[in-house]
């Protein structure tokens, strides 16, 4: 079973940075680098919002309201995924989730913009 562990997140004020990370943990035997893994974003009462992906190609693509702040990396050696994200606004509160593969998710880290 995939266990994927965000962290990284926390309280920044308005145009602030922050950068997060998801650690692939279990099982030792995926290829990281050619494994497909995304940021997704969840606000309650809102639909749960893809961020940006990267494919097992290592294709890149991001929502329309990220594109250009946020940055989406990955780091084979410590089998890492990242989100760096810039120009934070207060709508980009909620729970950040890394999903890995087709269907495997961490638990979500909080990220709160709020002066």
């Known amino acids: 079973q995939v266990r994927l562990v965000e962290s990284g997140g926390g309280l920044v004020e308005p145009g602030g940075s922050l950068t997060l990370s998801c650690a692939l943990q279990e099982p030792s035997g995926i290829f990281f680098g050619l494994y497909p893994m995304a940021w997704y974003r969840q606000v309650p009462g809102q639909q749960r919002e893809l961020l940006a992906n990267i494919t097992g190609m290592s294709h890149i693509d991001y929502a329309d309201s990220v594109r250009g702040r946020f940055t989406i990396s990955k780091d084979s050696a410590k089998k890492t995924l990242y989100l760096h994200m810039d120009k934070l606004t207060p709508d980009d509160t909620g729970v950040y989730l890394c999903?890995?593969?087709?269907?495997?998710w961490g638990q979500g880290t909080q990220v709160t913009v709020s002066s």
């Open positions: 999903k890995g593969g087709r269907s495997s």
